[in-house]
């Protein structure tokens, strides 16, 4: 048991309360998965500058961000928040970026990477962790959340969610995939790595392969639940698309509203109860195996 929630923003006047409206979803959720939790965050100006790249990593040793910036040297700075670090970039691109963390750091878990994304996560109760993260103050255009309560691997920094596998593509899920030892051999044979035992990042770096491959998100969640067994509801961003999907039998929980403002899914519909125009919201359970996107 997981708890989910994901808040895409229209209305350009609520972008400075992203944080703010987040966290309360995140609080709702708390008690669905209180091993771990993490964000991810798009926009967000206080760890991002806009026209950034941006790594996020899980931050190594007792190195300072300003340490971890002069050791991937250039024009590079970095911010720690709680157990992450974010290292961003004005010239350098999001590959290149990654290349230098990698080179500083290469024994580092990498958590994301994007233009203006920022990934989050670690061990501990969600609502300290929200706080750690200053959450509250978060500013952006979209945001997910996930909360952790472990069923297929170890309780550590690297199995939190979200899975951030690809440039600006980050994946939360609710459930277990059944086949994922076998997927998982299969992606290792075509040369991919993998940064923990959990078996939604499997889910990750599937879909991670099938954009690689030329398809679009929402084809490559087609592609998921036609090669994937098990239980699953899936929230999978980019920097510009909000999508949910759901098993065959819908048997983990998953609710949608949307309004001209805004839309969100969550595990339970009282994660919403905060958002403003809730009251006038259309509300929606998603139907299994159908892939619903929005875009900004």
Not at 173 to 193: D, K, P, V, Y
Request: proline share 5%.
């Amino acid at each position: 048991m997981c708890g989910i929630a994901g808040l895409q923003v229209r209305d350009p006047s609520l972008e400075p309360r992203l944080g703010e409206l987040l966290t309360g979803m995140l609080h709702q959720a708390a008690e669905r998965g209180p091993d771990s939790a993490g964000v991810a965050l798009y926009g967000d100006a206080r760890l991002t500058p806009p026209g950034h790249s941006a790594v996020s990593l899980l931050a190594p040793g007792d190195a300072s961000a300003s340490e971890i910036a002069a050791r991937i040297g250039g024009d590079t700075a970095a911010v720690t928040v709680s157990q992450s670090t974010v290292v961003h970039s004005p010239t350098l691109a999001v590959a290149d970026l990654e290349k230098a963390v990698r080179a500083a750091f290469p024994q580092a878990v990498i958590t994301g990477r994007g233009t203006g994304l920022a990934v989050l996560k670690g061990v501990g109760h969600p609502d300290v962790l929200a706080e750690e993260f200053d959450l509250r103050a978060a500013t952006g255009r979209q945001g997910i959340a996930h909360t952790r309560m472990a069923t297929e691997s170890a309780v550590t920094p690297e199995g939190a969610h979200p899975f951030s596998v690809d440039e600006n593509v980050c994946l939360v899920h609710n459930g277990s995939f059944a086949n994922h030892a076998t997927i998982r051999r299969e992606l290792r044979a075509e040369g991919i790595e993998f940064d923990s035992e959990n078996d939604s990042e499997v889910g990750a770096r599937f879909v991670a392969a099938q954009l690689a491959a030329g398809h679009d998100l929402e084809k490559a969640l087609k592609l998921l639940c036609e090669r994937f067994d098990g239980f699953y509801t899936l929230l999978v961003t980019t920097g510009d698309t909000f999508a949910v999907v759901r098993d065959a039998i819908a048997c983990k929980p998953a609710v949608v509203a949307e309004t001209d403002a805004w839309v969100a899914m969550a595990s339970e519909y009282r994660y919403f109860a905060h958002l403003p125009g809730i009251e006038s919201a259309r509300v929606f359970e998603p139907e299994p195996e159908e892939v619903y996107t929005w875009q900004r």
